[in-house]
């Protein structure tokens, strides 16, 4: 039995907010974004010439292009790395704890309400080679620490706090995802013989296999997409372009480089890789993962 | 030769909940125990005590001469077969039955011999690729059954292993179970609420009451020696008939108007029970009491009788009669019934014991 409304016009009229909302946010920037790619406009965007594939063409044949693909691609994986495997093993600890598993569990969810560029500033700060609390400590440990100069220390640090972010998302989905492992079926394989270490290898983790999953993509997008104000607030891609993920250098070629053609053929290219992840999470995701 | 020895056992939450005050079990090689009770009365507490998944607070747990307290559920050489069964989903049969063999690193081939062997003994050959989720509930018990069996552990434990399975099924397994048991001859611990299970398997019945033992005997010893009202009126279905009654010396006083001759120096307040089954109809002459017909249930093969103990005075006693064959009584009519003495069940209501024969 279906619900049957008399009111043609009401529905639509109650999803209009959302609808202008993704017209006037998403899809006119998006169209403009496309529109753009094809045009070289000068600097202050008075005038503007049709150039077919031209910027995609530039775009494709620069070696920093495919730099900041690399760097995208280390920063993703370290971060959704880092952050599945941190918070499993925070959320198999938090689920152990018997006394104040509460305020164990409030305090690892929290980093998860703090902005971006607020996580950025933070870590930005710890580690900020003449003040940093953190980057002086290393000093003592006879590491010279300074990401304004090392490449590397920049992506370890805009990786740490991209990082700390996400561990709170993850740990609520693990925990839960360990709560629901029936304890009997713990019990069992305690009776079978199994040391806590295979238990937890051979029946707890295949049956958070789901929840794994899932988390892996959603972490992934999150590198990709979601990490620009924590890059922005710690090192704005640098030093070079060691830590300009594609997001980043978006944003730096159209806005500081003043290359808005080429700035929209990457958010093109962009555009098409969501397309795919979001074809990935659908198919993938949404399949019933059996055991 | 003893196997298993509780020596009063007891087990005390950390809230200070006495669930177990204290137990005493021996438990003979290849015997088959029922722990039986209402829920709540720590059959399963205990069960889970033996399996070492809850910790013991007093006394001492004996396998095989051994001091188990301390000892993981791994090293007590147990096996359980639990309520829902357990099964680790994502592992085929066969790797669910391997599973325990493959931790305590058996060869492959030992474990493909095992295996098979116990496959073929629960029927499961055809089953042993497929995963849990593709399998019936009496197919997944089966499945339950054999990865205890395959470690030829010397325990079984059964924790109400039949409870998801419809009546039909139920009483099939019931009987593959003790038949299975008696063939390996494993010495096993099975715990349950129902009754009849328990009559039906055990060499020995428990009865539990609230952390307590009522009475430890074997199917008969408790069905025709309760040493409780409580033991009583949980073994049989439908329940013993129970009366609150006094002895004085005319005999049992079971209201102002009846009294049943009867003998004995206990004096006071007692319990006297007759079961469903041992009321016997006679004539209004030789009849002890009558009784007012309320409700009849036919089932064929017998028929209950519900109603209660006719009084002039408008007291109402509930009372059942199970009369063996279909009977069509009138519903309001009056049924004159007999109790013969050898089946009396009589208990001091304030000891709650059963009386001594006199």
């Known amino acids: ?291 | 030769m003893t196997d298993i020895i509780l020596n009063k056992i007891g087990k005390t939450y950390p809230n200070g909940f006495h669930a177990i005050p204290s137990i005493d079990l021996t438990i003979k090689e290849g015997e088959f125990i029922v722990l039986v009770g209402p829920s709540g009365c720590g059959k399963s507490t205990l069960l889970r005590m033996v399996a070492g998944l809850e910790s013991i607070s007093q006394g001492d747990m004996m396998i095989k001469g051994q001091r188990v307290n301390e000892k993981e559920p791994a090293d007590r050489d147990i096996a359980m077969v639990f309520q829902n069964y357990a099964l680790y989903p994502h592992m085929t049969v066969y790797a669910n039955m391997a599973y325990g063999l493959k931790n305590r690193g058996e060869s492959k081939n030992v474990i493909d011999d095992k295996v098979n062997n116990v496959a073929n003994m629960l029927g499961l050959e055809a089953l042993l690729q497929r995963k849990p989720g593709q399998l019936s509930g009496g197919q997944r018990q089966r499945v339950a059954m054999g990865r205890a069996m395959v470690r030829d552990p010397k325990v079984f434990l059964f924790d109400e292993p039949l409870s998801n399975l419809d009546a039909k099924l139920r009483v099939q397994m019931r009987i593959e179970i003790r038949q299975l048991q008696r063939k390996l001859g494993t010495t096993t611990l099975y715990v349950t609420h129902d009754q009849v299970e328990a009559m039906t398997l055990a060499d020995r019945l428990v009865v539990l009451s609230k952390g307590k033992a009522e009475q430890i005997g074997t199917p008969m010893e408790l069905y025709s020696k309760p040493a409780t009202p409580f033991v009583a009126a949980f073994i049989g279905s439908p329940s013993m008939n129970l009366l609150p009654a006094e002895l004085n010396d005319q005999g049992i006083k079971l209201s102002e108007q009846l009294t049943l001759p009867f003998e004995h120096d206990f004096r006071g307040k007692l319990v006297w029970g007759i079961r469903p089954e041992h009321l016997e109809v006679s004539d209004e002459n030789d009849a002890d009491f009558a009784m007012r017909i309320q409700a009849v249930e036919s089932l064929g093969v017998e028929t209950l009788i519900h109603g209660v103990l006719e009084q002039s005075d408008g007291a109402s006693t509930p009372l059942v009669v199970r009369l063996s064959g279909p009977h069509t009584p009138e519903i309001n009519s009056l049924m004159w019934l007999t109790v013969p003495e050898h089946h009396w069940h009589i208990f001091n209501a304030e000891t709650e014991q059963r009386l001594s024969e006199s």
């Open chain 1, 1 to 291: 039995m279906s619900v049957y409304f008399p009111h043609k016009k009401l529905p639509y009229l109650l999803l209009l907010p959302q609808l202008v909302i993704t017209f006037i946010f998403f899809l006119w920037p998006a169209e403009q974004a496309f529109e753009q790619a094809f045009y070289q406009e000068d600097p202050f965007g008075l005038s503007r010439t049709f150039i077919g594939l031209d910027n995609f063409i530039s775009l494709f044949s620069d070696p920093i292009y495919y730099e900041s693909m690399l760097v995208t691609l280390v920063f993703s994986f370290s971060v959704a790395f880092l952050g599945l495997s941190i918070a499993l093993w925070l959320a198999v600890m938090a689920d152990r704890v018997i006394h104040g598993k509460l305020a164990y569990q409030t305090m690892l969810i929290w980093p998860y309400a703090v902005a971006p560029v607020l996580a950025g500033v933070l870590w930005w700060i710890l580690f900020d080679p003449s003040m940093g609390p953190v980057a002086l400590w290393l000093k003592y440990l006879g590491v010279n620490w300074d990401h304004y100069l090392n490449g590397d220390q920049a992506m370890i640090l805009v990786v740490i706090s991209a990082t700390w972010k996400q561990i709170s998302y993850n740990f609520l989905f693990f925990l839960a995802g360990l709560q629901a492992v029936p304890r009997s079926l713990i019990e069992a394989a305690s009776i079978d013989g199994a040391t806590p270490f295979k238990r937890f290898w051979t029946i707890v983790f295949p049956l958070l296999s789901p929840t794994t999953f899932f988390l892996l993509v959603v972490n992934l997008v999150y590198a990709f997409f979601d990490t620009f104000g924590v890059i922005d607030a710690t090192t704005q891609g640098g030093p070079g372009v060691s830590t300009a993920t594609m997001v980043y250098k978006v944003f730096s070629d159209g806005f500081i480089g003043l290359d808005l053609g080429g700035s929209a053929a990457q958010s093109v290219v962009l555009m098409f890789l969501v397309g795919i992840m979001t074809v990935i999470q659908f198919r993938y995701i949404e399949r019933k993962v059996e055991y």
